[in-house]
């Protein structure tokens, strides 16, 4: 099993998808940089606040959990594509 990414890897990441349609403008870069890795992205924040809920709760610290769950609750769940 590899090492979680750090928040400044995904960072990069997002950074260097924003920028992927610089060096290649065909079709299949823009969607990749666009959408696919952005969405991939915000995936992975939602995951780690769901892995986080649930230590909570298995914590017995359900007043934090509850409130991590409405801050999930009101994030949008895909991302917007990028500006260029």
Partial sequence: MSEPLSLERLAAIADRAAHAYEYDPSEQAQVLAGAD??????????????LHYAQLKRDDNWRQ????????????????????
């Avoid at 409405?70 to 895909?78: F, H, S, W």
């Fill in 37 to 50: 890795v952005p969405a991939l992205l915000a995936e992975v924040e939602r995951l780690r606040a769901e």
């Fill in 65 to 84: 959990a509850e409130r991590l769950r409405a801050e999930l609750a009101d994030r949008p769940t895909q991302t917007k594509e990028t500006n260029r």
